[in-house]
């Protein structure tokens, strides 16, 4: 359904007050300057009586509220950012949360907001004659060092596999050669995937060494001046389509200054088509090179190629904001467990808008507003939902509860990273982190699913909460898919906090994995990071239901206990925790 006939749809009357955002607001491609007249404010709740108990009746208002045309997709540093933090703090003050950061419910993200010039093309000498990569079509690229142009003049390419360097793995695809100032290729994943050998890192289950993030930032350290990316679907785990989404418009970063990880100088990505061709003009097999590359011992092959690029972007220095409420324990106040979710998503890809949003000049029926709706307008509602759940629980919670609306996960996870880096709990008194990202919507399941399954002694609780509920807890069914990597938890457990990523399974009651791993491909194929994820009044919220009163069931043990979960022995994350708790010498 698309955008404008969806705002007619609504739930019910009694529902008007909560949802006057998605009714009338229109959304705009820039935040309001100065001069601008602020964006509306949502209701908080308008006519419908929120009650204290998880129940489909109060997620529905919050997930069309963030998830319908009327936030013009959720992109930082938009007019629909403002509407959609100033709706999560009214509800946050509805409830009688305390601000959670100061006497602000608000922190501060500075970003700096880049937009490549999308006429860029990325021209090669190969073997002396002369080829171009289109952007979108062959190919996308970016910069992330906050310079208008980035020219790179004659950059000999190197092939280095999978870009990975682990010495605990005794893998080095960089070893014996230079790329200075070179530009490196790479496959995307780890060497164990696409080789199928489990005894390479992990197998089949996708390590940190196969996200893309880390494997532009290792070429980095290895003073590359640019790294592509050959995308395959398996590999990757999304479409081209998702990869050409997700790196047009408009690119969020932190300053350089709070984030100290290395940067590229340009970084992106090459289909496998246009990769396959140019391998092979070259001399190259590309299905060969995936052989090779999967094997111990594998050495860098310098290409008989030269890369230029003159990208121009347009730069802007900015804010987003994160959201955080905090509901004061009544005996341990200094000890928080985080309930987490973001709130942004891909904004508006239309360059000229029309009055609804959503069409672009040329094309007068486009949808070009990214919902986002189960992405993640899912997870706000849930937080929400358990927030209320607590202010209305009877004892109090001994410890303190902090809720946390996030920014910028779309763009590298950046409004967690900061805030893990400027924390208004400290983290050796964060308990744990729970976070809700992409929560199904396709009816109850009997079983849950643990994204990273097998690493806190949180999955111990929420066992025991989902035997309550007659289910049982798995890993995901594609960890090759590293969606451990791919969302805010992820931040807290490279620090040592113990984090929890869960969310209903495929084994559903009406239907059987048949049925859900069904939903869920169609879930990936035809909505993620497309316009088509927008708010859905035929969603099943049953099992999201449920999933959130497990979820909530692990936060109200931890904040009713003394107990501090650990990460299981062997876990990367265990000797970052060993430390973050070590007492400190006076």
């Given amino acids: 359904m698309q955008r404008h006939t969806l705002r007619h749809t609504l739930l019910s009357t009694a529902l008007l007050g909560a949802v006057t955002l998605t009714a009338c607001s229109k959304p705009e491609a820039d935040a309001p300057t100065a001069t601008s007249p602020a964006p509306a404010t949502p209701a908080a709740g308008g006519h419908h009586a929120f009650g204290g108990a998880v129940n489909g009746g109060d997620f529905a208002p919050h997930g069309e509220t963030a998830g319908s045309g009327g936030v013009g997709g959720r992109a930082p540093g938009s007019a629909g950012e403002e509407k959609t933090v100033q709706y999560i703090e009214a509800q946050f003050k509805r409830m009688g949360l305390k601000p959670g950061n100061g006497d602000s419910y608000f922190q501060t993200v500075p970003m700096v907001e880049t937009t490549a010039d999308e006429s860029t093309a990325l021209k090669l000498d190969v073997k002396g004659q002369p080829r171009e990569l289109k952007f979108g079509t062959d190919m996308v690229v970016g910069t992330r060092t906050g310079q208008k142009e980035v020219k790179i003049d004659n950059s000999d390419l190197v092939f280095v596999g999978y870009g990975v360097n682990a010495p605990e793995q005794k893998w080095n695809d960089y070893a014996g050669v230079d790329v200075k100032g070179k530009t490196v290729v790479m496959f995307v994943n780890d060497p164990g995937f696409h080789s199928q050998d489990p005894k390479l890192f992990e197998g089949k289950r996708m390590t940190y060494y196969g996200r893309w993030t880390y494997k532009f930032e290792e070429a980095a350290r290895q003073g590359a001046a640019a790294a592509i990316i050959i995308h395959d679907t ?44 140019l391998l092979s003009s070259l001399g190259q097999n590309l299905d060969e090179l995936y052989k090779a590359a999967g094997k111990p011992g594998f050495k860098a092959i310098p290409l008989q190629a030269k890369l230029s690029v003159d990208l121009k972007s347009t730069i802007s220095e900015k804010s987003s904001r994160n959201v955080v409420a905090l509901l004061p324990g009544a005996k341990r106040p200094d000890e928080a467990i985080v309930y987490m979710a973001h709130w942004d998503h891909l904004g508006n890809h239309g360059h000229e808008a029309d009055e609804h949003g959503g069409a672009s000049a040329g094309e007068p029926h486009a949808d070009t507003i990214y919902n986002g709706a189960v992405d993640n307008a899912t997870g706000v509602a849930g937080i929400l939902e358990i927030a209320e759940a607590f202010t209305k629980q009877t004892p109090a919670p001994d410890r303190s509860l902090l809720f946390l609306a996030v920014t910028l996960e779309e763009s590298g996870l950046l409004g967690s990273k900061y805030y893990v880096a400027h924390p208004t709990v400290p983290l050796n008194k964060t308990v744990a982190v729970i976070n809700l990202d992409a929560m199904p919507v396709i009816g109850q399941a009997r079983d849950m699913t643990v994204v990273g399954y097998g690493s806190s002694e949180l999955e111990d609780l929420l066992k025991t909460v989902a035997a309550g509920q007659q289910r049982v807890l798995h890993a995901e069914a594609t960890p090759e898919d590293g969606f451990y990597f791919r969302s805010d938890h992820f931040n807290f457990a490279k620090a040592g906090v113990p984090a929890l990523y869960a ?78 708790m070590k007492p400190t010498a006076k």
């Fill in 234 to 277: 398996d590999g990757a785990s999304y479409g081209w389509d998702v990869v050409k989404n997700s790196w047009s418009g408009a690119q969020f970063d932190l300053p350089a200054k709070d984030d100290p990880e290395p940067r590229l100088p340009a970084q992106g990505w090459i289909t496998g088509d246009a990769a396959r061709s």
């Fill in 503 to 580: 969310k209903g399974g495929d084994d559903l009651v009406d239907g059987g994995t048949e049925a859900g791993a069904k939903a869920q491909a169609d879930y990936r194929d035809n909505r993620y990071h497309k316009p088509a994820d927008q708010f859905d009044p035929a969603w099943k919220l049953e099992g999201v239901v449920q999933d959130l009163d497990a979820l909530y069931g692990v936060g109200k043990t931890l904040a009713g206990n003394e107990q501090w979960p650990n990460w299981y022995e062997g876990n990367a994350f265990r000797s970052a925790h060993d430390k973050l």
